[in-house]
C-alpha cells in the first residue's frame, strides 16, 4: 500500500523531470545541429520560473478551466503508464483508458483555446484536431495489432511478454506496426514536418495565442507531459518496456534524439499534406500489420 | 553572466529569471530589424543567453523597437505594448526612437518614443551592428539587477500623460484605457 | 397498477389535453405536464415487476397482450422520462405559435404509441402502436411548414416501407405458425428452418432498420431530424428511433434467440456479422460527414446516426458484454441527444437561427445552456466520469477481446470523429467571439433550462455511479439467457479487466485539484474583455473576428471527392423511376371514349382467341 502510494506521487514527478528534460535537449540538440551553441539545459526552467512571475490575462473562467482539465488529462495518463518498473494504476483497464484520457489533454486546450475569441487559436486548433484524426487512424490500427498479438489490453501485461518473447519491433508479426509507429511519432509528438497546429510564423503559436504568464508555463509542462506520454507508450509497446526506469530512460532518449534529428531538417507540411502522408503509407503498413498479425494469430 | 549561481538564484528567483529568459517578441517595427535575424541565428547566437522571438506579445516579456516609428506604427506599437504582461522591458535600438534620428523633420515619424511608451535602454546607431543588441541585452540585466529598468511601473503611474501624448499623436484611440485614468474606473479591471 | 390502466392514461389524456387547449392554454400546459409525470411515476412503481395480460380477444381469433418485463420496463422510464422533459422545454418554446393545441396533441400521441409498442406483447398490438407512433411522428415533423413538409413526406415514405416489409414478415408467421403471440413463437421458432429465419430476420431487419436509421436506410434521418421543432427533435433521436432498437433486441434475442442467430451463415457472409459491418459502417461514415454540416441541427442529426451505429454494433455482436453496452449506450444516447437538441432548440429560440457559421460567443450571455451542451458533448465523446464512456468502454472491450479488431478500429475511429463535430458545435455556437448583433439576448427561460440541468446531472452522475443502470442492464442480460456480469455500484469486474470508474475519478479529482495548485502559484491574472486579443497590432474588429466558416475546411477539400450521397441519390432515382413509369402508364387514360371502346375490343378479342386455341374455361 504504502509502496503504491509512493509511486502514484513519484510517477508524474518523474514524468514531469523527465519531459522537461526533453523541452531542454531539444532546443539544445537543434542549436548543435544548426551549429550554434544552445541555451543551457535547464532554460525551460527558467523559462516557467519567469512565467510564474509574470501577470498574464484571462478570458473567462473557461479559458482557465479548460487548461485546468487538460493538464489534470495529462498527469492521469501518467499514472496508468509504467515507468519502468513503477506502474501505479495499471490494472484498471489499460490500453483503452489510456487512449480515452488521452483525449482530454486537447479537449481541455481546445476549449480554453475556444473563450480566447481569436481566429487564430481557433484555426490553430481546427489543425490540431485534424492532425489528431490524421494520425489516429494508423494509430489504432497499430494499437489493434498489438492488443491482437498479446491478447490483453494491459500493458504491463505487454511489457512482461516482451520480456520473453523479445522486443515487438523485431518480432515477426509486429514490426510492420512498428515501422508504422515510428513514421506517425513525430505526429504524435508535434514535431516537425507536423508542428502545423503551433506555427509560429503563419497563426502566431496557434492555441497558444493568448497564453501568457502562468498559462503559458501550464502549457508548456502539459506539453512535457505529452512528449514524455506519447514516447513512454512507444517504449512500453515495441521497445520492450524495461525493468528499471534508468533503462526505460536511455531508451527514449534514443528514441526522442531520432524524433528531433527528423525535426531539424524537415520543414513544415501543410495540413492536408500531413494527413495524406498520414493516412497513406503509416496506414497501409499498420493494415496490413493487423491483417498478419490476424492471420498468424489463428 | 551569473546564471550558474545558485545562492543568487534562491535569493531572488524573480530577478534571475527574468534576466536570463528575455523572450522578444517578434515585432518587426522598422528598418532595424535586419539586424536581428544574423542575432537569432547561427552567427550570433542569442538562445544562447535565453533570448528568443515568439508570435505574439502576451508570451513575450522583451520589445525591441528597432528602428523609426511612423503613425501607423505608432498604434501598433502601442496596442502591442500593453498587451504584454508585466514586467516587461523595452529597448530603443537606433538612432531614431531618440530624438528623430534621420528623420528629424519628418512630417510623418514620431520624434521621442519616450513621450508614449516608456523605454528602458536606448543603443544609438544607424543602424547598430548585431553586437550591438548584446550589448542591449547585458545592460538590461545590469538594470534588472539593480531594479531600474521599471518602464512598466512608470507606465501605470503616469498613464494619464501617456495616454494624452498618444490621443495628442493619434487622435481618438478605439481600444478603451488599460489603467482608470479618471476617479471613475473607465477601462478594464485592474 | 396494470398495464391498460398506463396505456389508457396515455392515450387518454392526449385528446383530453387538446379539449382543454381550446378553452385556457394553462391548463392545457398544466395537464400536459402532470400526464407525461404522471406516467413517469407509474412506470417507476413498476419497476421489478413483470406481468403478461391479454386485454382483447376476438380480433380475427387472435388476443391482444400487453407484457412487462425488465426490457420493456427500462424502454418506458427511458421513453417517460425524455417525453416529460421535452414536453416541459415545449412550454416556453412552443409559445407565440399557431396551432399549439395540435403540438401537445401529437407530442402526448407519440410517447403514448411508443409507451405502446414497449408494453405489447404480441405483433399485432405492437404493428398498430407503430403505426400510430409513425404517422403522429409524420404530423409533428411537418409541423413547421416550408422543407419541413418535404422531410416529413420522405420519412413517412420510407417508414411506410419499413411498415409493410414488417406485416410482409408478421403476415408470414401467422401462417406459418398459427399465432402472433411473441412468447408464443419464441418457443415454435426452432422449428422452422433456417432458411426461413433468414426471410424472417431480412424482412423485420429491413423494417427496424429504416427506424433505426442503418446506414443504407437511413437519408431520412438528416431532414426530418433538423426540420421538427427542437423539443420533438429530441423525443425523434432520443427514443423514437430506439424503437428500432427495441425492434432488433426483441427479433434478435427473443423472438429468434441468439443460438439460431449465430448459427445462420458461414464466416463473412452470415446475418451476424452482416448487421454488424453495417454497423460499423454507420458509425465511420456519418460522423465524417456530420464534420461539415454547416446547421447545428443537421449536425446533431448525422451524429444520431453515427451513434445508433454504436446501438446496433453492440446489440448484434452478441456477447453479453457487447448487450450491455449497446442498451447502455441506447440509455447515454437518449439522455445526451436530447440535452444537446434542448441546448441547440434554446439557441434558436433566443437567437432566431442555427446556422453555425453566424452565431459564436454565446458562452456567457447563456451560461445554462453552455455547461449542459459541454457536459452533452462530453457524454458523447466518451469523457471519463460521463456515462458516455462506461457504454463505449464495454463495447470497445468486447470487440477487442472477442478477435475482431476490425469492428473495434470503426468504433474507436468513430470517437475521435466524434470529437471533431462535437468540438465544432461547441466552438461556433458558445465559444469565440460574440457578434454585434446578439448582444443584448437575454438567458433561456427556466423551463427551457430545467430539463437541460435535470439531464446532465444524470449523465454526471450515472457516469460515477454507472452501476445503478448497470444492475437494470444485466437483469435484461440474464433475461435473454447470458451469464451474468459482477455489477458493483462503480463499475464492473470481470477477469478480462476491470472497470472502476471510482478509481479513475478520483483520479482525476486530485489532479485537477493538484493543477488547480500550481495554477494558483502563479502571479495574478488580469481579466480582458474578448476585443482585447491578439490582433497583429491593432484593436480586433467587431463582427469579423470569429473564425467559424468552413471550420474544417482542409478535411472538406480533401474528402469531398469521395463523400457524395450516392445513397440518397439512389433512393432518389428509384422515386423518379417510379414517378415516369406512372406517367407513362397514365398515358392510357386518354380520356378518349373512342380509345376506351378500342380497348374493350381488343381485350375481348384477345380473350376470345385465347379461348378458342388454348380451351381454358
Known amino acids: 500500500m504504502v509502496v503504491k502510494i509512493t509511486q502514484i506521487i513519484l510517477s508524474p514527478i518523474l514524468a514531469l523531470v523527465v519531459g522537461v528534460f526533453f523541452l531542454g535537449l531539444a532546443r539544445k540538440i537543434m542549436a548543435r545541429i544548426h551549429w550554434r551553441y544552445g541555451p543551457p539545459l535547464i532554460q525551460p526552467v527558467i523559462d516557467m520560473i519567469r512565467l510564474f512571475y509574470q501577470k498574464s490575462v484571462s478570458h473567462g473562467s473557461m479559458f482557465d478551466l479548460g487548461l485546468i482539465l487538460s493538464l489534470a488529462g495529462s498527469i492521469v495518463v501518467v499514472l496508468f503508464l509504467p515507468f519502468g518498473g513503477i506502474a501505479p494504476l495499471s490494472g484498471s483497464g489499460g490500453l483503452l483508458v489510456i487512449l480515452y484520457i488521452m483525449l482530454l489533454a486537447p479537449l481541455g486546450m481546445a476549449l480554453s483555446g475556444g473563450q480566447g475569441a481569436n481566429p487564430n487559436i481557433s484555426i490553430g486548433i481546427s489543425r490540431k484536431l485534424i492532425l489528431g484524426l490524421g494520425y489516429e487512424v494508423p494509430l489504432l490500427l497499430v494499437l489493434l495489432a498489438v492488443m491482437t498479438r498479446y491478447k490483453t489490453i494491459s500493458i504491463m501485461e505487454v511489457v512482461i511478454a516482451q520480456q520473453s518473447t523479445g522486443w515487438s519491433f523485431i518480432s515477426f508479426p509486429l514490426f510492420l506496426s512498428g515501422l508504422s509507429y515510428f513514421l506517425i511519432l513525430p505526429a504524435i509528438l508535434g514535431l516537425r514536418p507536423f508542428d502545423v497546429s503551433s506555427a509560429p510564423q503563419e497563426i502566431s503559436s496557434g492555441p497558444m495565442a493568448e497564453y501568457g504568464g502562468k498559462y503559458l508555463a501550464l502549457a508548456t509542462i502539459e506539453h512535457a507531459f505529452v512528449l514524455f506520454i506519447s514516447i513512454a507508450l512507444f517504449v512500453n509497446l515495441f521497445l520492450g518496456g524495461a525493468a528499471n526506469p534508468a533503462i526505460f530512460f536511455v531508451k527514449m532518449l534514443v528514441v526522442f534524439v531520432l524524433g528531433l534529428c527528423i525535426n531539424a531538417v524537415f520543414p513544415r507540411f501543410r495540413i492536408e499534406q500531413a494527413v495524406k502522408y498520414l493516412w497513406k503509407w503509416p496506414t497501409l503498413l499498420a493494415f496490413l500489420g493487423l491483417i498478419i498479425t490476424l492471420a498468424v494469430r489463428s | 553572466m551569473d546564471r550558474n549561481q545558485i545562492t543568487k538564484w534562491l535569493k531572488a528567483p524573480a530577478k534571475m529569471a527574468n534576466k536570463y529568459s528575455l523572450h522578444a517578441i517578434y515585432f518587426c517595427t522598422g528598418c532595424g530589424i535586419i539586424e536581428v535575424p544574423p542575432v537569432i541565428t547561427a552567427r550570433w547566437d542569442a538562445e544562447r543567453f535565453g533570448v528568443i522571438p515568439v508570435a505574439t506579445p502576451r508570451q513575450a516579456n522583451l520589445f525591441l523597437i528597432t528602428g523609426y516609428v511612423s503613425i501607423k506604427t505608432l498604434r501598433a506599437i502601442i496596442r502591442t505594448y500593453e498587451q504584454m504582461p508585466e514586467p516587461k522591458y523595452t529597448v530603443g535600438f537606433g538612432s531614431c526612437p531618440i530624438n528623430g534620428g534621420m528623420y528629424w523633420d519628418s512630417y510623418n515619424t514620431i520624434k521621442h518614443l519616450d513621450k508614449y511608451i516608456p523605454i528602458d535602454g536606448w543603443i544609438a546607431g544607424c543602424m547598430p551592428r548585431p553586437e550591438a543588441i548584446f550589448i542591449a541585452v547585458t545592460h538590461l540585466w545590469t538594470l534588472i539587477d539593480k531594479e531600474m529598468a521599471n518602464g512598466y511601473i512608470r507606465y501605470r503611474e503616469n498613464y494619464k500623460s501617456y495616454r494624452r501624448n498618444q490621443e495628442l499623436a493619434l487622435g481618438k484611440l478605439e481600444w478603451p484605457p488599460l489603467y482608470p485614468v479618471s476617479d471613475e474606473s473607465r477601462g478594464n479591471k485592474q | ?617
Open chain 3, 1 to 617: 397498477m396494470s398495464l391498460e390502466i398506463l396505456l389508457i392514461i396515455a392515450f387518454g389524456g392526449a385528446p383530453l389535453t387538446y379539449l382543454f387547449g381550446k378553452t385556457s392554454e394553462k391548463i392545457r400546459d398544466f395537464l400536459a405536464v402532470v400526464i407525461s409525470l404522471s406516467l413517469v411515476a407509474f412506470v417507476a412503481c413498476l419497476y421489478g415487476k413483470s406481468m403478461e395480460k391479454t386485454f382483447y380477444l376476438g380480433f380475427f381469433g387472435l388476443g391482444l397482450v400487453l407484457r412487462l418485463n425488465v426490457l420493456s420496463w427500462f424502454f418506458a422510464i427511458t421513453i417517460s422520462v425524455v417525453g416529460t422533459l421535452s414536453i416541459i422545454f415545449s412550454l416556453s418554446y412552443i409559445k407565440g405559435r399557431e396551432k399549439t393545441d395540435f403540438y401537445f396533441l401529437m407530442m402526448l400521441l407519440v410517447n403514448a404509441a411508443m409507451l405502446g409498442i414497449v408494453l405489447a406483447g404480441d405483433l399485432v398490438s405492437f404493428y398498430i402502436f407503430w403505426e400510430i407512433m409513425s404517422w403522429s411522428a409524420f404530423l409533428l415533423i411537418s409541423y413547421n411548414k416550408g422543407p419541413a413538409l418535404a422531410a416529413g413526406m420522405k420519412y413517412i415514405v420510407m417508414s411506410i416501407i419499413g411498415s409493410v416489409c414488417f406485416l410482409v414478415g408478421m403476415l408470414s408467421l401467422y401462417v406459418s405458425f398459427d399465432t402472433l403471440n411473441i412468447s408464443q413463437i419464441a418457443s415454435v421458432i426452432g422449428s422452422a428452418s433456417s432458411g426461413y429465419i433468414l426471410f424472417i430476420l431480412t424482412a423485420f431487419g429491413i423494417a427496424f432498420g429504416i427506424k433505426n436509421a442503418v446506414l443504407p436506410f437511413h437519408t431520412w434521418l438528416p431532414d426530418a431530424h433538423s426540420e421538427a421543432p427542437a423539443p420533438f427533435s429530441a423525443v425523434l433521436s432520443g427514443t423514437l428511433i430506439k424503437m428500432g432498437t427495441y425492434g432488433f433486441l426483441l427479433l434478435l434475442y427473443v423472438i429468434v434467440g441468439l443460438k439460431l442467430f449465430l448459427g445462420l451463415g458461414r464466416g463473412l457472409l452470415s446475418f451476424h456479422s452482416i448487421l454488424c459491418f453495417l454497423g460499423a459502417v454507420t458509425i465511420l461514415i456519418p460522423t465524417f460527414i456530420a464534420m461539415l454540416q454547416t446547421d447545428a441541427k443537421r449536425l446533431l442529426a448525422w451524429s444520431t446516426v453515427g451513434q445508433a451505429g454504436y446501438i446496433i454494433l453492440g446489440i448484434a455482436f452478441g456477447t453479453n458484454l457487447a448487450l450491455a453496452g449497446g442498451i447502455f449506450h441506447f440509455f447515454n444516447h437518449a439522455m445526451f441527444k436530447a440535452l444537446l437538441f434542448f441546448a441547440v432548440g434554446a439557441v434558436e429560440f433566443r437567437t432566431q437561427t442555427r446556422d453555425l457559421d453566424s452565431l459564436g460567443g454565446l458562452a456567457k450571455k447563456m451560461p445554462v445552456v453552455f455547461i449542459g451542451t459541454l457536459v452533452g458533448i462530453c457524454a458523447l465523446i466518451g469523457v471519463p466520469l460521463t456515462s458516455g464512456f462506461v457504454s463505449k468502454w464495454l463495447i470497445y472491450k468486447t470487440l477487442i477481446l472477442e478477435g475482431s479488431p476490425f469492428l473495434a478500429f470503426f468504433a474507436l475511429a468513430g470517437t475521435w470523429g466524434t470529437i471533431l463535430y462535437s468540438y465544432k458545435l461547441i466552438h461556433n455556437v458558445f465559444l469565440g467571439q460574440l457578434p454585434e448583433k446578439y448582444k443584448d439576448i437575454q438567458k433561456s427561460p427556466f423551463t427551457m433550462q430545467l430539463p437541460m440541468i435535470v439531464l446532465s446531472l444524470a449523465i454526471l452522475v450515472f457516469g460515477i455511479l454507472p452501476g445503478i443502470p448497470l444492475k437494470v442492464i444485466n437483469a435484461i442480460g440474464t433475461s435473454f439467457g447470458f451469464e451474468s456480469l459482477n455489477i458493483t455500484l462503480w463499475g464492473i469486474t470481470s477477469e478480462t479487466g476491470t472497470l472502476n470508474t471510482i478509481n479513475i475519478f478520483s483520479a482525476v479529482l486530485v489532479a485537477a485539484v493538484l493543477s488547480w495548485l500550481l495554477f494558483r502559484l502563479g502571479a495574478k491574472s488580469v481579466s480582458v474583455s474578448q476585443e482585447d486579443s491578439y490582433a497583429a497590432g491593432a484593436y480586433t474588429p467587431t463582427d469579423k473576428y470569429h473564425y467559424t466558416a468552413e471550420f474544417y475546411n482542409p478535411l472538406y477539400r480533401m474528402t469531398k471527392p469521395f463523400l457524395r450521397d450516392v445513397i440518397d441519390g439512389f433512393y432518389y432515382w428509384i422515386a423518379s423511376s417510379v414517378r415516369s413509369l406512372a406517367g407513362s402508364v397514365r398515358r392510357i387514360y386518354s380520356g378518349d371514349v373512342g380509345y376506351y371502346v378500342m380497348y374493350i375490343i381488343l381485350f375481348l378479342t384477345v380473350l376470345i382467341f385465347v379461348q378458342m386455341r388454348w380451351k381454358i374455361w
